[in-house]
């Protein structure tokens, strides 16, 4: 009777390819020379990017490592934790909070406008004083080991929305920094704050970055947003944003 380790290299990639990405690296690899060699392929993790619907055609010959590519589209998802107010100011370190302080509000909410995105509901508003909030983002917590960081330096994608009330001005600011293991900034967008005039059309709009090529080095990443109104209005005229997003890996239609 045949033993596993007799099956065919294309039965063995097709069987191993089931298995968890952990499993494989710190299981199976370890068997034997056999086993080593398969999930090692270059065909397993190809075909577990097939299996997974990671897999597009588009980029078969651009991707150089389909392990560290198949490793990206794993663990990509949204590193911003309560992006859309759903959980009050959970996970947000308000910076500043001036004037009458961060409040969360209901799309479209006063003069407002809904956001493209459907399944966003609720946003944070700014007041007459500087509002400024941020999270910190450790990238060993979040699965992203310092080699594959160092050695492969995937995109960082990120996104952020704001938008104003139709009656009045505001301020629009956004900071992101790739920190180092001693916060040391290695990169930075800070992109000039955005004035918005009062009677604007209020619409939803999107600011983004992709950091590529970056140090060495990144162990952090610090995201900040706010602003204020411009009118030093009471209450709540100020900047609006929600559904920020940071990403890394490649940037596939997931």
């Known amino acids: 009777m045949a033993t596993i380790c007799e099956l065919p290299e294309d039965v063995l990639v097709e069987l191993l390819s089931l298995l968890p990405a952990r499993d494989l ?6 068997v034997c020379s056999q086993w080593r060699y398969v999930v090692d392929l270059t065909t397993l993790w190809k075909r577990k990017c097939q299996r997974e619907g990671f897999y597009v055609q588009a980029l078969d010959r651009s ?3 389909w392990k560290v590519f198949y490793m990206l589209c794993y663990l990509k998802r949204n590193l ?6 759903e959980e009050s100011f959970k996970h947000w370190k308000l910076d500043k909070n001036e004037g009458d302080r961060w409040k969360i509000e209901d799309l479209p909410g006063p003069l407002g406008r809904d956001i493209p995105d459907p399944e966003v509901h ?3 508003v700014t007041s007459f004083g500087p509002c400024f909030k941020s999270q910190l983002i ?3 917590k979040e699965g992203y080991w310092n080699e594959l960081m160092d050695e492969k330096r995937p995109e960082i994608i990120v ?3 704001y938008a104003a009330r139709f009656d009045c001005g505001c301020r629009y600011e956004l900071k992101v920094r790739l920190l180092s293991e001693d916060y040391i900034v290695l990169a930075e967008f800070h992109p000039e704050p955005v004035v918005i005039e009062q009677w604007s059309d209020a619409t939803w709009r999107e600011m983004s970055h992709t950091f590529n090529n970056y140090p060495a080095g990144v162990r952090y990443i610090w995201f900040q947003h706010g602003g204020q109104d ?15 997003s940071i990403t890394i890996g490649p940037q596939t239609s997931l």
């Open 230 to 244: 411009t009118q030093y209005w009471a209450g709540w005229y100020g900047i609006r944003v929600t559904n920020s």
């Open 63 to 65: 991707v150089s490592d």
């Open 138 to 140: 450790t990238l060993k």
């Open 80 to 85: 911003i934790k309560n992006p859309r107010a």
């Open 25 to 30: 690296i710190h299981g199976c690899r370890l």
């Open 159 to 161: 996104k952020d929305w």
């Open 122 to 124: 609720k946003y944070f």
